[in-house]
């Protein structure tokens, strides 16, 4: 079992930025690969960035070169560091451990932390 817990969510303008935490504890943290996802109002939830095992790191197109995604294993946290943020970025920003042993899907979810860009 793995316990996430979201934090640095809030109200900012366009424009600005936020970082975003994730402090995971119940488990092995280096061994699972870690994610953001989000979800606005009325729409479904989508991956924002995953930063694997081995730090491997992808991102949505909609958010590339304005996030960063990073993980400190000694503190069994991982960041999204938010940057150039839009009203569309908007949402709920969940953080998610996923791992894969043999043929079982582990997925841990956190409960979300609210992220709203306006002016």
């Known amino acids: 079992q793995v316990q996430l817990k979201e934090s640095g969510g809030g109200l900012v303008q366009p424009g600005g930025s936020l970082r975003l935490s994730c402090a995971a504890s119940g488990s092995i943290f280096s061994l699972y690969g870690m994610g953001w996802y989000r979800q606005a109002p009325g729409k479904q939830r989508e991956l924002v960035a995953i930063i694997s095992s081995s730090s491997t790191t992808t991102y949505v197109d909609s958010v590339k070169g304005r996030f960063t995604i990073s993980r400190d294993n000694a503190k069994n946290t991982v960041y999204l560091q938010m940057n150039s943020l839009r009203p569309e970025d908007t949402a709920v920003y969940y953080c998610?451990?996923?791992?894969?042993?043999?043929?079982?899907?582990?997925?841990?979810w956190g409960q979300g932390t609210q992220v709203t860009v306006s002016s």
């Open positions: 998610c451990a996923r791992r894969v042993i043999g043929s079982t899907i582990l997925n841990y």
